[in-house]
C-alpha cells in the first residue's frame, strides 16, 4: 500500500529476531568486531503508528518495560524519522506511536524494529518514494540490525552484521522465549567476551577477525529439521552474558529439562530462547516455564520484516 502526504496515519509492524548463530571476530583497531550472523524474524512485533506533524515526537505503550525507552531525541525511532527528513529534503515532521512487544535490552532487536517501521511508515507517510537500496542504506547508518528487521524472513549477516545475503529457510520453526525483568547492555557484553577471551587466551584458539557462520547451520535452516538446528546454535556472547547474569544458566537448564531441544542467549541477551520440535512441545513448553513463574512468550520464524499494516 501507498499512501500520500495528505494521509492521516500509517500503520507499520517490524519483528523482532533471534540469532540462532553468532561468532564475534576479534577485536579491531576501531573498538569493534565483525561478527557472522544467521538470523531469523521471529513472530513478537513492534507496532509504530505515523501521523503528520509540524515536529518529530514519539510516545510509548506495549506489554513490555519500558522504562529504559527515551522518549526525546536520542529514541531510535525519533533518529529514523529524521535522517529520512534529510536525506529526502522533507521539511515536516512526525508523531509516532509505538507499541513495543519485543523486549527492551533484550537481544532481540526491538529497537531495530522501532527504527526500521519508523523508515516505512514516514516514507509511506510522506510520499517520499525512497528506493529499497537506499532505505537499507540508511537502515545501516542507524544500527547493524536495522536492515534486517527490513527484510525479515533468515538472512547472514558479515561484517557489523548488516551486510546481508538472503538464506534459505523451508518450514516453520517453533520457539518459547523467556523475557528477563532486566536488560543487558550490548557494549557490556561484548567488553565482556574480549575480558572472557584474555582471561583464557592459553585455553581457547584466538577469534577469527572475518568469521563465517557454520555450514551445519545453513543446512538445517535449508532443511527445515529443529532437531538438526538444535544441534547447532551457538552464540559467543552466551558465555559473557552468562557470566554477567549467572540466574540466566539455571533458566537455560530449567528449559532442557522441559522439552526443549535446545536453548540459546538471544543475541546480547539476557532473553533466551528456546527450539522446540513442534508447536505441541511448545505449548507444553510454555506451561512448564510458566508454572516457574517466568515471563514466557512463545513465537514462530521465520517471518516477514517491516511491512505497512494500514
Known sequence: MTSGPGSHVVHTRAPGKINVFLKVGSLLDDGYHDVAIAYQAVSVYEDVRAYPADDFSVSLTGTVDLSRVPTDGSNIAIKAARLLARRTAYRGGVRLEIDKHVPVTGGMGGGSADAAATLLA????????????????????LGADVPFALTGGTAIGTGRGDQLSPALAKGTFQWVLVLADFGLST???????????????QDIFPASIAPTVDTNVLQALRAGDPHMLAECLHNDLQAPALHLQPSLAAVLELGEE?????????????????????????????????????????????????????
Open 258 to 310: 522441559n522439552g526443549a531441544l535446545a536453548g540459546i542467549v538471544s543475541g546480547s541477551g539476557p532473553t533466551i530462547a528456546f527450539l522446540t520440535a513442534d508447536l505441541d512441545s511448545s505449548l507444553e513448553l510454555q506451561i512448564a516455564l510458566s508454572a516457574a513463574r517466568l515471563t514466557v512468550v512463545r513465537a514462530s520464524g521465520p517471518v516477514h520484516g517491516a511491512r505497512v499494516i494500514t
Open 187 to 201: 557494549p557490556e557484553v561484548y567488553s565482556e567476551l574480549d575480558r572472557h577471551r584474555d582471561r583464557h587466551s
Open 122 to 141: 514516514c516514507d509511506t507517510l510522506w510520499g517520499t518514494g525512497l528506493p529499497r537500496e537506499e532505505m537499507l542504506d540508511l537502515a545501516s547508518e
